[in-house]
């Protein structure tokens, strides 16, 4: 799709000629053009008419390519189409198109969601078709039960809760209804966000489609997971803007204060969760760190990547790679901040093979990492770091 009308996309959506993934692709679009303010155009008429060709005669459209989870549910692609049509329609086919929203409407109230994906695109779909509250209600209700403790939503039961599918529960549950009678759920929400958000504005997401093709560097931070994590961080801020009350600004990370929102009550946002004004002490905070979790595999005569972390003046001088671990006073200069945070593809320290003898470090720990950092990195004189258990 070409915004304005132009290029070869606008002749294949007029043609109806194949397209891999036309419904999501279109709603995803539509999405942004609608969050725009942008007006109907040639290029949005295209994508309605090849949608309105190809929806199944029981009212859902199919998704095509296996990349889970943007592309992985008809629930998805129906309720993207549904977006497309509802804020983009045709105005001499209003009738015919409202008939195809009734049908798809239907499929979709009528559809079991069992990922996050689903519910919270039936939810969408829905609001986006105009259901009525009890049927919403019912389903922010499921999706609520998603939760997690830690105040954020997985993007299935065996996972972790990323920014993904928070982002996604967040907004949906604010754009369906029925939330401003549950605030704490927001919030906790609003919290796992801004607590999981890194330095560089990023949210990190691990990719589970299944890689049949080397991925194209997309310029965006964390590797291989960089396309993912491009749209977990879209969700995310989506969650945080809608989350706001009207004037009020979204911090751009959770080390700056601010306030969010919903319209039923203020959400503060989360306090820091190590105050770098504070200075660290090497031998309790940073020392046990390390030597737990890096020195194993970065010291002696055959330090992985000619990397050695046992002492400081090798710590800042870095390895094979030619690029200083940590740079006194800057840990967004520093790479060790970016490998212990996996934004550096085949480079997450602790290797996520090893990470069942040499655990990974918990955001407390890479919150006093960066405070060291950004103290200077001090280290104590004559003081050489060794594996646990070799002393």
Same mark, same amino acid.
């Given at each position: 799709?070409?915004?304005?009308?132009?290029?070869?996309?606008?002749?294949?959506?007029?043609?109806?000629?194949?397209?891999?993934?036309?419904?999501?692709?279109?709603?995803?679009? !539509?999405?942004?053009?609608?969050?725009?303010?942008?007006?109907a155009s040639a290029a949005t008429d295209a994508m309605v008419h090849q949608l309105a060709t190809i929806q199944h005669p029981d009212g859902h459209w199919s998704w095509n390519l296996p990349r889970p989870p943007i592309q992985a549910s008809d629930i998805g692609a129906t309720a993207q189409a549904i977006h497309t049509i509802k804020h983009f329609t045709i105005p001499?086919?209003?009738?015919?198109?409202?008939?195809?929203?009734?049908?798809?409407?239907?499929?979709?109230?009528?559809?079991?969601?069992?990922?996050?994906?689903?519910?919270?695109?039936?939810?969408?779909?829905?609001?986006?078709?105009?259901?009525?509250?009890?049927?919403?209600?019912?389903?922010?209700?499921?999706?609520?039960?998603?939760?997690?403790?830690?105040?954020?939503?997985?993007?299935?039961?065996?996972?972790?809760?990323?920014?993904?599918?928070?982002?996604? #529960?967040?907004?949906?549950?604010?754009?369906?209804?029925? %939330?401003?009678?549950?605030?704490?759920? %927001?919030?906790?929400?609003?919290?796992?966000?801004?607590?999981?958000?890194?330095?560089?504005?990023?949210?990190?997401?691990?990719?589970?489609?299944?890689?049949?093709?080397?991925?194209?560097?997309?310029?965006?931070?964390?590797?291989?997971?960089?396309?993912?994590?491009?749209?977990?961080? !879209?969700?995310?801020?989506?969650?945080?803007?809608?989350?706001?009350?009207?004037?009020?600004?979204?911090?751009?990370?959770?080390?700056?204060?601010?306030?969010?929102?919903? #319209?039923?009550?203020?959400?503060?946002?989360?306090?820091?969760?190590?105050?770098?004004?504070?200075?660290?002490?090497?031998?309790?905070? %940073?020392?046990?760190?390390?030597?737990?979790?890096?020195?194993?595999?970065? !010291?002696?005569?055959?330090?992985?990547?000619?990397?050695?972390?046992?002492?400081?003046? #090798?710590?800042?001088?870095?390895?094979?790679?030619?690029?200083?671990?940590?740079?006194?006073?800057?840990?967004?200069?520093s790479l060790l901040l970016r490998v212990v945070q996996d934004q550096v593809e085949d480079l997450e320290m602790p290797p996520l093979a090893k990470r069942g003898k040499y655990p990974q470090l918990t955001k407390n720990e890479i919150e006093k990492l960066r405070a060291w950092a950004s103290q200077g990195a001090p280290w104590p004189s004559g003081t050489t770091l060794?594996?646990?258990?070799?002393?």
């Amino acid at each position: 799709m070409t915004h304005g009308g132009q290029g070869p996309a606008l002749e294949v959506n007029l043609q109806t000629t194949f397209h891999p993934e036309p419904a999501i692709v279109a709603g995803y679009a !539509s999405l942004v053009l609608h969050l725009e303010h942008e007006p109907a155009s040639a290029a949005t008429d295209a994508m309605v008419h090849q949608l309105a060709t190809i929806q199944h005669p029981d009212g859902h459209w199919s998704w095509n390519l296996p990349r889970p989870p943007i592309q992985a549910s008809d629930i998805g692609a129906t309720a993207q189409a549904i977006h497309t049509i509802k804020h983009f329609t045709i105005p001499a086919r209003k009738p015919e198109l409202e008939q195809r929203l009734q049908r798809a409407r239907t499929w979709l109230a009528k559809s079991s969601a069992e990922t996050t994906e689903e519910r919270v695109h039936q939810l969408l779909g829905l609001v986006w078709a105009g259901e009525t509250s009890g049927r919403l209600k019912k389903l922010s209700t499921a999706l609520l039960q998603e939760q997690r403790p830690d105040g954020g939503w997985s993007q299935l039961a065996g996972l972790d809760s990323d920014a993904y599918a928070t982002g996604q #529960a967040i907004y949906a549950l604010q754009e369906g209804g029925g %939330i401003p009678a549950s605030p704490s759920a %927001i919030r906790k929400g609003i919290d796992y966000l801004l607590r999981s958000q890194n330095a560089d504005g990023t949210w990190h997401v691990r990719r589970r489609a299944h890689p049949f093709q080397p991925p194209m560097d997309s310029g965006f931070s964390h590797g291989a997971d960089g396309w993912i994590s491009s749209a977990g961080s !879209s969700w995310a801020v989506l969650a945080l803007v809608t989350a706001s009350d009207p004037g009020q600004s979204v911090p751009a990370n959770p080390h700056l204060t601010g306030t969010t929102g919903t #319209a039923a009550e203020s959400v503060p946002a989360t306090k820091p969760t190590s105050d770098v004004t504070t200075p660290v002490e090497f031998a309790r905070d %940073i020392q046990p760190t390390l030597e737990r979790s890096c020195v194993a595999c970065h !010291s002696g005569e055959r330090a992985k990547g000619g990397f050695l972390v046992t002492e400081r003046a #090798a710590l800042l001088r870095g390895g094979a790679r030619g690029e200083p671990a940590v740079v006194p006073g800057k840990p967004e200069a520093s790479l060790l901040l970016r490998v212990v945070q996996d934004q550096v593809e085949d480079l997450e320290m602790p290797p996520l093979a090893k990470r069942g003898k040499y655990p990974q470090l918990t955001k407390n720990e890479i919150e006093k990492l960066r405070a060291w950092a950004s103290q200077g990195a001090p280290w104590p004189s004559g003081t050489t770091l060794h594996p646990i258990g070799t002393r």
